[in-house]
């Protein structure tokens, strides 16, 4: 097992944000889908979209 660098936490804390900012932006479609009245297909691959991010983001805080 290699040791995290400063470079590999510089790294992760960068896919943190982007994976936090992600997170926010489907939460705001899902909102957006819902007012639209979007079809079932639509919302139901925006929440397997936004379970996948969630297991990214588990993945990233993992060390």
């Given at each position: ?30 909102v957006l889908l819902d007012q639209t009245q979007a079809s079932d ?23």
């Amino acid at each position: 097992m290699r040791d995290y660098t400063d470079n590999d936490d510089g790294v992760r804390t960068q896919l943190q944000g982007l994976i936090s900012e992600l997170q926010t932006d489907i939460e705001k479609v899902a909102v957006l889908l819902d007012q639209t009245q979007a079809s079932d297909d639509v919302k139901h691959l925006i929440a397997s979209i936004a379970d996948r991010l969630d297991g990214v983001a588990d993945l990233a805080d993992r060390r």
